[in-house]
């Protein structure tokens, strides 16, 4: 076909494109996320280093497996939680985990 007769693409409306939807929520989504729930479980928002636990997922879910990184965050929190739970607790073993699932 022609270039001017080719047909159009039609245009995707914001917030639908590939990159959108529930497996990419937006920096605003995820803080006010974290705040609703946070909240709700009575704790204080600040204790979630958001970006030490995505980052912790991704190494889990490319060094072992896609389902190893909700499984993998969900054990440092409990892990963390009975170390103490303070935010170095978390940093600590976040460590360990992310040294384990990143090794060769």
Same mark, same amino acid.
């Given at each position: 076909?022609? @270039?001017?007769?080719? +047909?159009? /693409? !039609? +245009?995707? !409306? +914001?917030?639908?494109?590939? @990159?959108?939807?529930?497996?990419?929520?937006?920096?605003?989504?995820?803080?006010?996320?974290?705040?609703?729930?946070?909240? @709700?479980?009575? &704790?204080?928002?600040?204790?979630?280093?958001?970006?030490?636990? &995505?980052?912790?997922?991704?190494?889990?879910?490319?060094?072992?497996?896609? +389902? *190893?990184? !909700?499984?993998? /965050?969900?054990?440092?929190?409990?892990? #963390?939680? &009975? *170390?103490?739970?303070?935010?170095?607790?978390?940093?600590?073993? #976040? *460590?360990?985990? /992310?040294? &384990?699932? /990143?090794?060769?």
């Amino acid at each position: 076909m022609p @270039e001017d007769t080719a +047909p159009a /693409t !039609p +245009p995707v !409306p +914001p917030g639908s494109g590939p @990159e959108s939807g529930p497996s990419s929520p937006s920096p605003s989504a995820l803080d006010e996320w974290v705040v609703t729930l946070a909240k @709700e479980l009575g &704790l204080s928002a600040d204790v979630v280093d958001i970006g030490l636990v &995505l980052d912790l997922a991704r190494d889990a879910a490319h060094g072992i497996a896609r +389902p *190893a990184a !909700p499984l993998t /965050t969900f054990i440092v929190g409990y892990a #963390a939680a &009975l *170390a103490g739970g303070s935010p170095e607790d978390v940093r600590r073993i #976040a *460590a360990i985990a /992310t040294r &384990l699932a /990143t090794a060769p």
